[in-house]
T-cell receptor, first 113, second 114 residues
Framework: AQTVTQSQPEMSVQEAETVTLSCTYDTSESDYYLFWYKQPPSRQMILVIRQEAYKQQNATENRFSVNFQKAAKSFSLKISDSQLGDAAMYFCAYTGTASKLTFGTGTRLQVTL | KAGVTQTPRYLIKTRGQQVTLSCSPISGHRSVSWYQQTPGQGLQFLFEYFSETQRNKGNFPGRFSGRQFSNSRSEMNVSTLELGDSALYLC?????????????FGPGTRLTVT
């Protein structure tokens, strides 16, 4: 079975600074996708960024980028120029052949002035 | 394009009752998945429907069931409600093409069982 681990329950970053959220996963599948979702207080899950396992190039979406280390089974999210609106729970998620998402336990990100 | 919609948004039920939650996917999306989110267990996969057929199922008791209609809308039903069923139930839809496995979530239905 696939597992996703987020070892940082809470993180804090100052506005305009950069923060990195960690995620590791375990799988025996060769084809899979990894995602970062953001869940603000409204509880709406918002897709932030995705990474295909077969792609070596790290995904980037505006201020969000990932560091995908396939051999180490690591998938971290970097948020640059942090904004107050980035404050939320961030979930790392995995999907493979089963077409279901397996989530980590989440990291609560606080953004301070 | 409209996002995933879920109804109702909030629900209060009594132990032993049953409940039906509804989900309308993004237009053109054929796969609908359901997740349960609780403080203790986190986000857990319930089941996935594709073309009116259940394709995957998580580790939940048979009291949890679902179905999908020909227009891809989906419902999930929980019978004989227990206090532990109190949770946020999230529905997600996806294209389910070989080029996209992204799942887009609705706002959720918050179920409280008293």
């Amino acid at each position: 079975a696939q597992t996703v681990t987020q070892s940082q329950p809470e993180m804090s970053v100052q506005e305009a600074e950069t923060v990195t959220l960690s995620c590791t996963y375990d799988t025996s599948e060769s084809d899979y996708y990894l995602f970062w979702y953001k869940q603000p207080p409204s509880r709406q899950m918002i897709l932030v960024i995705r990474q295909e396992a077969y792609k070596q190039q790290n995904a980037t979406e505006n201020r969000f980028s990932v560091n995908f280390q396939k051999a180490a089974k690591s998938f971290s999210l970097k948020i640059s120029d942090s904004q107050l609106g980035d404050a939320a729970m961030y979930f790392c998620a995995y999907t493979g052949t089963a077409s279901k998402l397996t989530f980590g336990t989440g990291t609560r990100l606080q953004v301070t002035l | 394009k409209a996002g995933v919609t879920q109804t109702p948004r909030y629900l209060i039920k009594t132990r032993g009752q049953q409940v039906t939650l509804s989900c309308s996917p993004i237009s053109g999306h054929r796969s609908v998945s359901w997740y349960q989110q609780t403080p203790g267990q986190g986000l857990q996969f319930l089941f996935e429907y594709f073309s009116e057929t259940q394709r995957n199922k998580g580790n939940f008791p048979g009291r949890f069931s679902g179905r999908q209609f020909s227009n891809s809308r989906s419902e999930m039903n929980v019978s004989t409600l227990e206090l532990g069923d109190s949770a946020l139930y999230l529905c997600a839809s996806s294209l389910d093409s070989t080029e996209s496995y992204e799942q887009y979530f609705g706002p959720g239905t918050r179920l409280t069982v008293t």
